[in-house]
């Protein structure tokens, strides 16, 4: 994730990465196996006090584990706190299409 100033309180840039569900023993023992996906997706972040903010990840899901599933829509809500070189922060990930799922999320980043 890289974000630009686009405003005094609100930044804005892309996202990518690499999600990965484990699934547990009860669904792998009727035949599921573990989902994984890259989110291409704009993120932004509105700060409501410098250290403090809420934001949102918008995109799309592309499916890696195989299947017949290629994706789907991606989201994920989150509020934060950061300091100069780092930032802590919760939100609720999820991935939409045929089949919807998703997990609630703890993240910390670096900043460089």
Do not use: C
């Amino acid at each position: 994730m890289h974000l630009w100033n686009v405003g005094e309180k609100f930044q804005v840039g892309p996202t990518v990465g690499l999600q990965n569900y484990f699934l547990k023993s009860d669904y792998k023992d009727a035949g599921f196996t573990d989902f994984n996906y890259i989110p291409l997706a704009a993120s932004g972040q509105y700060f409501i006090v410098p250290e403090f903010f809420i934001g949102a990840d918008l995109g799309y899901a592309l499916t890696t584990s195989g299947g017949e599933d290629a994706g789907g829509f991606y989201y994920m809500p989150k509020i934060g706190y950061q300091q100069q070189i780092w930032e802590l922060f919760g939100g609720y990930r999820a991935v939409n299409n045929d089949v919807n799922f998703g997990a609630i999320n703890l993240g910390f980043n670096f900043k460089f």
